[in-house]
């Protein structure tokens, strides 16, 4: 059985749309994660999430935005995409217990590309 | 705010030799750090995990040592194999926010 999965795994669309990627966890993780890796293969945080708050990286524009319907899930909706929006999506979980050191596991990531 | 860099960027050894990959992380405030494996197209894969009170991890071939005072890691792969290569990344989970800040990769070639 897959510990993160994401779907889908490629998404080609044309600038302007809105579209959303969806990532589920049956590892039991209370924090749920998204990393865009750009052209060079740099991975950055964008957002993580748990049942207590959600901490946005400041960098990331407001037309993304993470929606979770539940502990297992945590959902990446991308409004008005631009081509520089165009990058490999992970979805990532990890066990945040009280010393906050849980090892983290990845999707396969999404491949976005904007037209 | 936390910095994370990979020396080298490419590494092509061949089969058979014992090889160091090298992180270094500016803040050593950290909570652990994480070496990854990343095959192309593919996602991350967890190969170790070291916490802030350890100095090393190993797991078959692999050792990851960490120096948190100097702000280092390495990760330390004997006899190498063609099936790893691949890009090797490392991570530190450190600030408020407790976020895992990446360097950006050593592509390692395995050569049969």
């Known amino acids: 059985d897959t510990a993160v999965s994401q779907t889908p795994k490629y998404l080609v669309t044309q600038m302007g749309n809105d579209k959303s990627i969806k990532c589920e966890q049956n590892?039991?993780?209370?924090?749920m994660y998204w990393y865009k890796q750009d052209s060079k293969k740099f991975l950055k945080i964008m957002f993580s999430?748990?049942?207590?708050?959600?901490?946005i990286n400041e960098t990331v524009p407001n037309r993304f935005s993470p929606k979770s319907p539940d502990k297992a899930h945590l959902n990446l909706h991308i409004n008005s995409l631009e081509l520089g929006d165009s990058a490999v999506y992970f979805c990532?979980?990890?066990?945040?217990?009280?010393?906050?050191?849980?090892?983290?596991?990845f999707g396969e990531g999404s491949r976005l590309t904007v037209l | 705010k936390q910095e994370v860099t990979q020396i080298p960027a490419a590494l092509s050894v061949p089969e058979g030799e014992n090889l160091v990959l090298n992180c270094s992380f500016t803040?050593?405030?950290?909570?652990?750090l994480q070496w990854f494996r990343q095959d192309p197209g593919k996602g991350l894969t967890s190969l170790l995990l070291?916490?802030?009170?350890?100095r090393e991890q190993t797991s078959g071939r692999l050792n990851a040592s960490l120096d948190k005072s100097s702000g280092r890691s390495t990760l330390y792969i004997a006899a190498s194999q063609p099936g790893d290569s691949a890009t090797y990344l490392c991570?530190?989970?450190?600030?408020?926010?407790?976020?895992?800040?990446f360097g950006s990769g050593t592509q390692l070639t395995v050569l049969p």
């Open positions: 803040d050593s405030a950290i909570y652990n």
């Open positions: 990532a979980s990890s066990e945040q217990d009280r010393a906050n050191t849980g090892e983290l596991f």
């Open positions: 991570a530190v989970l450190s600030g408020s926010a407790r976020q895992l800040t």
């Open positions: 070291i916490q802030s009170s350890q």
């Open positions: 999430y748990n049942n207590k708050e959600l901490i």
């Open positions: 590892l039991g993780h209370d924090t």
